[in-house]
Nanobody, 115 residues
Framework: QVQLVESGGGLVQPGGSLRLSCAASGSIGSITNMGWYRQAPGKQREWVALITRTRITTYAGPVKGRFTISRGSGENTVYLQMNSLKPEATAEYYC?????????WGQGTQVTVSS
């Protein structure tokens, strides 16, 4: 079992930056990939970024070049640095971890981009 807790969300003006954090606990040694997803009001949850255990990263098209996913030196933290934020980035952001057999989710952290 893996537990995930996100933090760092908030209100930011368009063009601003935020850094989201996710702390994993439990069977962290079993985690392979970690990622971020988001869900805007009235829309389906969508994938944002992924990082593998070997630190290979991939990004969804709308965030490429502006968002950066990274993992801490240990295996229990993942970050999402979000720059040049746009109003359409407003959503609940979820951390996810995969252990080869099951995908785990955090409770989410709200990001609102508005002037």
């Amino acid at each position: 079992q893996v537990q995930l807790v996100e933090s760092g969300g908030g209100l930011v003006q368009p063009g601003g930056s935020l850094r989201l954090s996710c702390a994993a606990s439990g069977s962290i040694g079993s985690i392979t990939n970690m990622g971020w997803y988001r869900q805007a009001p009235g829309k389906q949850r969508e994938w944002v970024a992924l990082i593998t255990r070997t630190r290979i990263t991939t990004y969804a098209g709308p965030v490429k070049g502006r968002f950066t996913i990274s993992r801490g030196s240990g295996e229990n933290t993942v970050y999402l640095q979000m720059n040049s934020l746009k109003p359409e980035a407003t959503a609940e952001y979820y951390c996810s971890a995969y252990d080869g057999g099951r995908q785990y989710w955090g409770q989410g952290t709200q990001v609102t981009v508005s002037s």
